[in-house]
Antibody, heavy 113, light 108 residues
Framework: EVQLVESGGGLVQPGGSLRLSCSASGFAFSSYWMHWVRQAPGKGLVWVSRINSDGSSSTYADSVKGRFTISRDNAKNTLFLQMNSLRAEDTAVYYC??????WGQGTLVTVSS | EIVLTQSPGTLSLSPGERATLSCRASQSVSSTSLAWYQQKPGQAPRLLIYGASSRATGIPDTFSGSGSGTDFTLTISRLEPEDFAVYYCQQYGSSPWTFGQGTKVEIK
């Protein structure tokens, strides 16, 4: 069974940093591209970033480009999202996904003073 | 990027009624790359339909998807109490993934 478990969310001040993790199990993690999708409170789903299977290529939504960095450790079956220069509008639940069928439960990031 | 527009924004129906949700794309979407999700408060999205018309594992046959090109439809043939939720369409064939803004199906 595919399992994706996010962690690392919390309350952070504007301008601060946070690193999200997504622990994967039940599949060959190193063979799959992975994505982060976020959802602000009461709002819709927004794609944030994706990384290819060996970590050599990544893309970002314009809203996070230059501030967020996606990475992975295939030896530890873990996906990361390093978030710097956080803004109030980054407040959201962050989901990691393997594909349309497999999502984590999400981790809440709140950016507030 | 492909913009997806869902309509209506809110659908007010009674249990047992039929729900028809629309998703229109700003440019052609590969029919193999259009998905529909159901989301309830505090939960992750749940995949209902992929490839425009294929039901995901465990999804009842009251849910069906259709369409191609720029116009897609999710139909719930008879609403059960647990079907009242927010529904999103998504295209995953072109980068970046994009989602519609959602349709809320509420109890009338």
């Amino acid at each position: 069974e595919v399992q994706l478990v996010e962690s690392g969310g919390g309350l952070v001040q504007p301008g601060g940093s946070l690193r999200l993790s997504c622990s994967a199990s039940g599949f060959a993690f190193s063979s799959y591209w992975m994505h982060w999708v976020r959802q602000a409170p009461g709002k819709g789903l927004v794609w944030v970033s994706r990384i290819n299977s060996d970590g050599s290529s990544s893309t970002y939504a314009d809203s996070v480009k230059g501030r967020f960095t996606i990475s992975r450790d295939n030896a530890k079956n873990t996906l990361f999202l390093q978030m710097n220069s956080l803004r109030a509008e980054d407040t959201a639940v962050y989901y990691c996904t393997r594909d349309v069928a497999n999502w984590g439960q999400g981790t809440l990031v709140t950016v507030s003073s | 990027e492909i913009v997806l527009t869902q309509s209506p924004g809110t659908l007010s129906l009674s249990p047992g009624e039929r729900a028809t949700l629309s998703c229109r794309a700003s440019q052609s979407v590969s029919s193999t790359s259009l998905a529909w999700y159901q989301q309830k408060p505090g939960q992750a999205p749940r995949l209902l339909i992929y490839g425009a018309s294929s039901r995901a594992t465990g999804i009842p046959d009251t849910f069906s998807g259709s369409g191609s090109g720029t116009d897609f439809t999710l139909t719930i043939s008879r609403l059960e109490p647990e079907d009242f939720a927010v529904y999103y369409c998504q295209q995953y064939g072109s980068s970046p993934w994009t989602f519609g803004q959602g349709t809320k199906v509420e109890i009338k």
